[in-house]
Structure formats: C-alpha cells, structure tokens
C-alpha cells in the first residue's frame, strides 16, 4: 500500500500519521499489541467484540501491508496464523499511549460529570 509523504501547509503532521492509524479499529488493534506483544485472529476476536469478521481482516491486511505488523502463518492443522508489531509499528507506541491517555481523561470526565448531573436532579 502506498503512502503519501506529506510535505506541505501546518496540519500535514497529523495527515502522515492518520493515513497509518486512522479508522475506528486500526489503533484499537495496535493498543492491544503493545499489551499483549502477539496476537491471534481468534484473540482480536475476543478483544474486539465488535468488530466483523470481514472489517478484522481487511485492517490487519492494511496494518501488514503499512509495515506496522508482521503476519506468520504457520503450517499446522488448523493453520495458526500471529501478529506483531514491527519496529515502524513499535514506533507508534507515542502515539497511542496519549490516545489511551486522553480516552482515560475524557471516560473519567464524563463519568464525573454524569454522577454530579444526577446528584443534581
């Protein structure tokens, strides 16, 4: 898969790097990665509950053509077939940890704000 190199007006930063992680699972799957350091398709299943079968499948393809994951397939029966982060992926990690920070932040905010709303009625 190509990628664009984005050189060009104040934004073009976060262009480059959305065109990696953008979408609502690819940094999801990612996140999980960096807690469990491999993955099976069965695994991504149960981590990510709702996601389709075919929406899984078609993100760790583009996470493997980008060259942030590697995929092993190994020969047995039944097939077993892992992920990993790669190096380009690893160097993500920046990223998602503040994504996982600020999602903390917002959740806990928001719990906050519902629990006071409520005490309030």
Known sequence: MERKKYDCAV???VESTLQFV????????LYRLFQERVGRYSDF???????????L??????????GLLTKKVYVEMPP????R?????????????AMAAWGQHYNQSQT???????SAK
């Not at 299943?45 to 929406?55: C, D, H, N, Q, T």
Request: hydrophobic share 40%.
């Open 11 to 13: 934004g073009c930063p």
């Open 22 to 29: 953008a979408g609502k699972w690819k940094s999801v799957i």
């Open 57 to 66: 499948a078609r993100q760790l393809h583009e996470l493997v053509l980008d």
């Open 85 to 97: 982060l790669t190096p380009f992926g690893q160097s993500l990690w920046p990223v998602i940890a």
């Open 112 to 118: 906050g704000a519902t629990s006071a709303d409520a």
């Open 80 to 83: 077993r077939t892992e992920y």
């Open 45 to 55: 299943k149960r981590w990510l509950p709702g996601i389709s079968e075919r929406m």
